[in-house]
């Protein structure tokens, strides 16, 4: 018996647009079944490569207040710069009187398995003293913000797990548990809430054996020059009731700072030309 023309006509045609749909459908399954789902470590690289320019400059006023409310205020200047994946740091006190010239340089590398190098300039010795080893434990200038706070760790240098979703400050974020690898850090461990729309850290909790130590927030934080940008930060400690604020104004990005600019002979001069 005969099939019908037309009835067979309009079967391939129908064999035909579904082989295309299957064919036009079948990447996007498969890409979006395919994609491995984020880890810690993925997001805390967004972090590390979040762009913010060439270099830095900046003025910064911290306020550090006791359990008294009493505050004191400093101001600095601040300065960065780029080399690869490597930065250099350089902080340099401005006021009050008693402390003016005392300047702060870092060199941070990417490299996990090199140590960064850190010297504090303090004209009223007129020396230069290195930062290493457990020193960079110690605390900055008597803020709540340690040497090793002050700079930026490598990824690897922590076991980073992401342990949920939560909104912060009106913020959607990632949480993460950072765990140290090694055992020369002030830390146990670190929670940190990362933004998913800036990749920046705009909260952490930081814990040893005997629990929170402290906790890092970020009160200000909008697009500047094209960058993310952190306008204003707290750390609170806990155990010694103790408040440090982080106020930046004047920021300016790719400027073209200087290399020369970067080195223990800069901050020796006691000021910055």
Known sequence: ??????KKHDLISLICFFSIFI????????????????????????????PDGDDKKSTIEMVLINHRNKKRVREMSSFSKDYGKDTKKLMAFKKPMDIKGTSFLSWEYDDPSKDDDKWLY??????????SGASTNDYFMGSDFTYDDMGDRNVDEDEHTLIGEETVDGRVCWKIKSVPREDDSLYDEKIIWVSKEAHITVKGEYYDAQGL????TVEELR???????????KMENHREKHITLMTLSNIEYNTGVDDGFFSVNTISRGHLR
């Not at 498969?30 to 490569?49: C, N, Q, S």
């Not at 303090?122 to 930062?131: G, H, S």
């Not at 130590?213 to 890092?216: D, Q």
């Open 122 to 131: 303090m004209p009223a010795l007129r020396k230069v003293r290195r930062i």
């Open 23 to 50: 064919l036009f459908l079948s990447p996007l399954i498969k890409g979006k079944a395919g994609a491995a789902p984020l880890t810690g470590r993925d997001i805390m690289v967004m972090v590390d490569e979040t």
């Open 223 to 233: 697009k500047h020059q094209g960058f993310w940008t952190l306008f204003k930060t």
């Open 213 to 216: 130590i402290k906790t890092y």
């Open 1 to 6: 018996m005969l099939s019908h023309p037309k």
